[in-house]
C-alpha cells in the first residue's frame, strides 16, 4: 500500500473532502503527468502566481529558473509557498446548468523551497527537467556547461505537505433532471501533441527523433 | 487598434520584458481561450492557489464557487489576488539543454475581487459560465433555480491591472550549437476533446448534440 501523507490546517479538505487524496502514490502519478505547476508566493503582501515548469525527484519538487528572476531570488528566501498542478480530463455535461462540471486531477503541496547549491546536486536537477519533460534527450544534448549552471538557481520543495484532489465520471444531476430530455455525459480532454517542427536553422538530413514523432504524455 | 493596459509595478515584466504584452485584444484572447484560471490569496500569511473555471464579461474576469467555500468567502472580503491563465502550446527542444523551453501563453490579473449580489447579474454570469467552456449548450439545460443562485458566489474582478506574456517559434541555441547533430525544433502541444461518453443514467435515444461531437477550442 502506498504510503499516506498526514493532513494538516493547510491542507485538510473542507469542500468536498470525498474528492481527496493524501496518498503518496497518487500525488506522484499527477506529479509526473503534469508539465506545469502554478507557484503562489507573497512579496509585501501581494500574492503572486506564476506558471513554471518543474521535475520531480523522489519526495522532492524542483523548480527551477534564471538566477535573475525575481521570484526565483524570493523563494530562495525560504518563504512560505504554495504550488499548485492542474490537469484537465473533461468537461462534465448536466441537465441542469448548476451541475455542469468538470473532470481534473490537481495536487497542492505547501512548504518553503531550499536552494540546492551543490553543482552536481544542480546538474542532475537539470537532467530530471528534462527528462520529465521528454525522456531520452537528454543524452543526446549539449550538457549544460559550469556558466549554464551558475545561471540557473534550482530549487527543492519537499513534498510533505500535500493533497491531491480528484474528480472522475459522470455528471451527479438532481433526481427529478434525470428524466428530462437533455444530453448529458463527459466530453473527455487530453493535451496531444502534434508533428515535430523543424527549427527553421536545422540542416538539412537530421530528422526528428522517434521520441519527438510519437510524444505523448501517457 | 487595441486599447493597452496602463503597466504598473505589479505588472511590470522583469524577465524577457520582449516576451510581454500590455494589449486588451492579446489579453482577451487567452482568457476566452482557456478553461481554468489558478487563484492566488493570502490566508493569515500563507499563499494558497486553487484552480477554477471562470468566464469573461466585456472587462471583467468572473470566477463562481459554493457560498460554502474558503476560497469564495475570503476573496469576497475584498482581499487582493492574483489571477493566472496559462495555455501551454509546445515543447521546444534545442540543441542545448539551458535552451530548453516552453511556448506559452499566460495572463497575470492583479487586483481585489467584488461580490456579484443582483440576481439577474449573478444569472447571466452563470450563463457565461457555461457558454465559456461550451457554446450552444445554455439554451437546451434547465436554468439556475433561485435556490441555486443562493448557494452560487460569483465574483467579478476587473481587468485593469493586467498583463500577457508569450514565448512562440524556434529554439534560440547558442551561436556555437548550431552546427553540432541534434534534431532542434517545437513538438506542438494541443487540448483535444475525444469522443462524447454518454452519462451511464442516460436514457436510450438520446444523442449527444453537435456542439459536443465537434468539440474544439479553436
Known sequence: MSEKIEQTNRTKLRRIPKRGSFDRENIYKILD???I???GFIVENQPFVIPTAYARSDENLLIHGSAASRMMREMSKGIDICVT????????????????????????IFGTAKLVKNEAEKHEALRLFTEHIIPNRWEEIRAP?????????VLKLEIN????????????????DYELNIWAGVIP????????????KLP??????NYALNYSRD
Chains 1, 2 share one sequence.
Open 33 to 35: 503527468e503534469a508539465f
Open 37 to 39: 505547476c502554478h507557484v
Open 85 to 108: 498542478v492542474t490537469l484537465l480530463d473533461g468537461l462534465v455535461l448536466a441537465r441542469s446548468a448548476f451541475h455542469h462540471s468538470m473532470n481534473y486531477r490537481s495536487v497542492v
Open 145 to 153: 556547461n559550469s556558466k549554464e549552471l551558475k545561471g540557473t538557481t
Open 161 to 176: 505537505e500535500a493533497s491531491a484532489k480528484i474528480r472522475t465520471g459522470d455528471p451527479i444531476d438532481d433526481d427529478e
Open 189 to 200: 480532454l487530453k493535451i496531444e501533441a502534434g508533428k515535430p517542427i523543424d527549427d527553421k
Open 204 to 209: 538539412k538530413g537530421i530528422k526528428p527523433p
